[in-house]
């Protein structure tokens, strides 16, 4: 069995992966080491049962390992990518710090998982944005069928996808306005309670916002056409876990609802609810921990049967396939 290191295990993603190794590939708990900040080093945290401590960053401690799961931020990928792969570890990286490079591939299993086979040992695959993977599972098939001339989406990002300190805030300022507790210490956040905050990631000079920019350009890589015109509005929604998606698409050939909800329902850990699923539609409550990405409320333009602008509303948990799963699903693949 291959040994693996997941490097920024305390934090939303790297707990998720904890679960999802276990989940997917149930590793023996000796094949696992786990890293993260000096102030976490010591800690521990469960796997299998077995309480594993969590260690110091060095780039000694890497000869041993075969695959790293790295989710400690840009930076961290940045500086200390290099040294890793010099002692012999490939590394699947969260952080979006080498998605755009192109000696490295951007990796969704489902969309373009033939890339995984054509690497040498010892690289970096990077693990895209959370709100462009699920994206990018709903356009392939689509693109495939009726080709793709514009993607147009608005997202509902929950504090999650900002890692633990987006969900202390809005737990902390949600007690601090219902007086539930005085005693919760400040955070640096933007107001997120009871609050849509409609700009993610820093702000460009150009107006764009940075997580914008992800979407569009790792849209373009994962799909492997630049000619797709892609907008996106992003915000941040007072959930907890889960991003939501409005999308609009232009199409080559027009389709009806149908046909399009067929097309989606035949593609790989994609839930379609079909048009007329009143019930119950997909929402972050009841995605919470499905590594499935779910499409719902197709649409054609109002009043017509079959058009080339098709509309439609995407949920999945940011740090399942969004993240965590995503790594994971690219490491079973690596390893078999
Ligand atoms: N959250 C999402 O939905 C999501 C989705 C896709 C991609 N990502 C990306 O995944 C990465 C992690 O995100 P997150 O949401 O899990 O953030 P997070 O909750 O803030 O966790 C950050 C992790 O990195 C560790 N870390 C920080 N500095 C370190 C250092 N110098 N050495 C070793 N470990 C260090 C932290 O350790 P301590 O606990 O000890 O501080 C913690 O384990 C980011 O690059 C993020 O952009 C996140």
């Given at each position: 069995?291959?040994?693996?290191?997941?490097?920024?295990?305390?934090?939303?993603?790297?707990?998720?992966?904890?679960?999802?190794?276990?989940?997917?590939?149930?590793?023996?708990?000796?094949?696992?080491?786990?890293?993260?900040?000096?102030?976490?080093?010591?800690?521990?945290?469960?796997?299998?049962?077995?309480e594993l401590t969590v260690e110091a960053?060095?780039?000694?401690?890497?000869?041993?390992?075969?695959?790293?799961?790295?989710?400690?931020?840009?930076?961290?990928?940045?500086?200390?990518?290099?040294?890793?792969?010099?002692?012999?570890?490939?590394?699947?990286?969260?952080?979006?710090?080498?998605?755009?490079?192109?000696?490295?591939?951007?990796?969704?299993?489902?969309?373009?998982?033939?890339?995984?086979?054509?690497?040498?040992?010892?690289?970096?695959?990077?693990?895209?944005?959370?709100?462009?993977?699920?994206?990018?599972?709903?356009?392939?098939?689509?693109?495939?069928?009726?080709?793709?001339?514009?993607?147009?989406?608005?997202?509902?990002?929950?504090?999650?996808?900002?890692?633990?300190?987006?969900?202390?805030?809005?737990?902390?300022?949600?007690?601090?306005?219902?007086?539930?507790?005085?005693?919760?210490?400040?955070?640096?956040?933007?107001?997120?309670?009871?609050?849509?905050?409609?700009?993610?990631?820093?702000?460009?000079?150009?107006?764009?916002?940075?997580?914008?920019?992800k979407m569009i350009k790792e849209t373009?890589?994962?799909?492997?056409?630049?000619?797709?015109?892609?907008?996106?509005?992003?915000?941040?929604v007072p959930s907890f876990y889960c991003?939501?998606?409005?999308?609009?698409?232009?199409?080559?050939?027009?389709?009806?609802?149908?046909?399009?909800?067929?097309?989606?329902?035949?593609?790989?850990?994609?839930?379609?609810?079909?048009?007329?699923?009143?019930?119950?539609?997909?929402?972050?409550?009841?995605?919470?921990?499905?590594?499935?990405?779910?499409?719902?409320?197709?649409?054609?333009?109002?009043?017509?049967?079959?058009?080339?602008?098709?509309?439609?509303?995407?949920?999945?948990?940011?740090?399942?396939?969004?993240?965590?799963?995503?790594?994971?699903?690219?490491?079973?693949?690596?390893?078999?």
């Amino acid at each position: 069995m291959k040994q693996i290191a997941i490097v920024g295990a305390t934090g939303a993603v790297g707990q998720q992966m904890i679960k999802d190794l276990e989940e997917f590939l149930n590793v023996p708990p000796e094949n696992l080491r786990l890293f993260a900040s000096p102030r976490s080093v010591g800690s521990k945290l469960l796997y299998r049962n077995t309480e594993l401590t969590v260690e110091a960053y060095s780039a000694d401690a890497f000869s041993s390992i075969d695959y790293v799961l790295m989710s400690a931020g840009s930076g961290f990928s940045k500086k200390h990518a290099d040294e890793i792969l010099a002692a012999g570890a490939t590394i699947i990286d969260n952080s979006s710090a080498w998605r755009m490079d192109d000696r490295y591939p951007l990796v969704v299993p489902e969309v373009n998982g033939h890339l995984l086979k054509e690497l040498s040992a010892a690289t970096v695959i990077a693990n895209p944005n959370c709100s462009t993977i699920q994206m990018v599972m709903a356009l392939k098939p689509i693109q495939e069928k009726f080709g793709l001339k514009m993607v147009n989406v608005s997202t509902y990002q929950s504090v999650s996808g900002s890692g633990q300190k987006g969900i202390a805030a809005l737990d902390q300022q949600v007690k601090q306005h219902y007086k539930i507790d005085d005693q919760t210490s400040e955070i640096d956040y933007a107001q997120i309670a009871f609050n849509v905050v409609p700009a993610i990631d820093t702000l460009q000079d150009d107006g764009w916002c940075f997580e914008e920019i992800k979407m569009i350009k790792e849209t373009h890589k994962i799909l492997g056409d630049d000619k797709i015109q892609v907008m996106a509005t992003t915000a941040r929604v007072p959930s907890f876990y889960c991003h939501c998606e409005s999308v609009s698409l232009q199409l080559e050939k027009p389709s009806t609802a149908s046909e399009i909800e067929e097309c989606l329902s035949s593609f790989k850990d994609l839930v379609v609810y079909p048009q007329h699923h009143y019930e119950k539609f997909p929402d972050p409550i009841s995605v919470r921990g499905s590594h499935k990405t779910h499409v719902a409320r197709v649409r054609t333009m109002y009043g017509r049967e079959s058009s080339d602008w098709i509309q439609f509303w995407i949920v999945a948990d940011n740090l399942k396939k969004g993240a965590a799963t995503n790594a994971v699903q690219i490491l079973e693949k690596l390893i078999s």
